[in-house]
Nanobody, 122 residues
Framework: QVQLVESGGGLVQAGGSLRLSCAASGSIFSVNDMGWYRQAPGKQRELVAYITNIGHTNYADSVKGRFTISRDNAKNTVYLQMNSLKPEDTAVYYC????????????????WGRGTQVTVSS
């Protein structure tokens, strides 16, 4: 059983910054990719950024150059530093972690956080 707890969301002015954190806990044997997704009202969920188990990163074009994803493997935590925030960044941000709970698992199972609201005012 893996649980993800997100924190760091809130209300910020355009041009401001926020730092999201997501800590995974529970019966974790190993973790593969970790990432952040977001969903705005009336829109589909989209990938914001992900980071592999060896630190390779990928970003959506809309956030490239403004957001930075990082991870702390010892703490099973992934972070998203968001700078130069825009009103269009307003969404619920969800943490995603691919994890195994046993050495005999054949799959990495995706786990999702409950989401944290990010609101950027103009």
């Amino acid at each position: 059983q893996v649980q993800l707890v997100e924190s760091g969301g809130g209300l910020v002015q355009a041009g401001g910054s926020l730092r999201l954190s997501c800590a995974a806990s529970g019966s974790i044997f190993s973790v593969n990719d970790m990432g952040w997704y977001r969903q705005a009202p009336g829109k589909q969920r989209e990938l914001v950024a992900y980071i592999t188990n060896i630190g390779h990163t990928n970003y959506a074009d809309s956030v490239k150059g403004r957001f930075t994803i990082s991870r702390d493997n010892a703490k099973n935590t992934v972070y998203l530093q968001m700078n130069s925030l825009k009103p269009e960044d307003t969404a619920v941000y969800y943490c995603n972690v691919d994890a195994r709970t046993s050495r005999v698992d054949y799959y990495y199972t995706p786990y999702w956080g409950r989401g944290t609201q990010v609101t950027v005012s103009s």
